[in-house]
T-cell receptor, first 116, second 115 residues
């Protein structure tokens, strides 16, 4: 079946530091890949997505590139802010034709804390 | 953009009672909605897929009779936790597929505490 593995957290950084959160996946076919962010007590917000190999998703200074050869979708940001403190989830949506079509599979989430 | 409204945002109920959680798509029609459960500091676990006008599809291990899902219209899906017990306490989140390219919008979640 499909699965998503994220790097273990929590991640603690100082403001303006470089951020990388690793994400690798296992899936059949051609999944779409997502990063979601969750602030305390809230639902999930889409941060960025990529629907095919070599696509780069970007938003609010965050980037992730769909690497089919390494089955990865690592999240990066060059300079984090205190306001980026949240939980980040990597997810995939299976491609058409399988029983999991349209369902999101989430990684375990990575807690990010940014200090001033 | 597409908005999914989820209510209530939090609820406390006594053991043995039932609780209904609503998920509404405000500016689009959602033929498919998804219900997730999230334990503290853990990932989201898909409970069921709700399809307008038909029975929900439950994931393996999820009790259909305990977690009743109704999707009677294109803008409303409800999750009813029946005969709630403390172990049902959790954060429940709904989402809707918003169209092409696998767009999904999430509700703000419901914190259920059963005492």
């Amino acid at each position: 079946g499909n699965s998503v593995t994220q790097m273990e957290g929590p991640v603690t950084l100082s403001e303006e530091a470089f951020l990388t959160i690793n994400c690798t996946y296992t899936a059949t076919g051609y999944p779409s890949l997502f990063w979601y962010v969750q602030y305390p007590g809230e639902g999930l917000q889409l941060l960025l997505k990529a629907t095919k190999a070599d696509d780069k998703g970007s938003n609010k200074g965050f980037e992730a590139t769909y690497r089919k050869e390494t089955t990865s979708f690592h999240l990066e940001k060059g300079s984090v802010q205190v306001s980026d403190s949240a939980v980040y989830f990597c997810a995939l949506s299976a491609g058409a034709g399988g029983t999991s079509y349209g369902k999101l599979t989430f990684g375990q989430g990575t807690i990010l804390t940014v200090h001033p | 953009g597409a908005v999914v409204s989820q209510h209530p945002s939090w609820v406390i109920c006594k053991s043995g009672t039932s609780v209904k959680i609503e998920c509404r798509s405000l500016d689009f029609q959602a033929t498919t909605m998804f219900w997730y459960r999230q334990f503290p500091k853990q990932s989201l676990m898909l409970m069921a897929t709700s399809n307008e006008g038909s029975k929900a599809t439950y994931e393996q291990g999820v009790e259909k009779d305990k977690f009743l899902i109704n999707h009677a219209s294109l803008t409303l899906s409800t999750l009813t936790v029946t005969s709630a017990h403390p172990e049902d306490s959790s954060f429940y989140i709904c989402s809707a597929r918003t169209g092409a390219h696998y767009g999904y919008t999430f509700g703000s979640g419901t914190r259920l505490t059963v005492v």
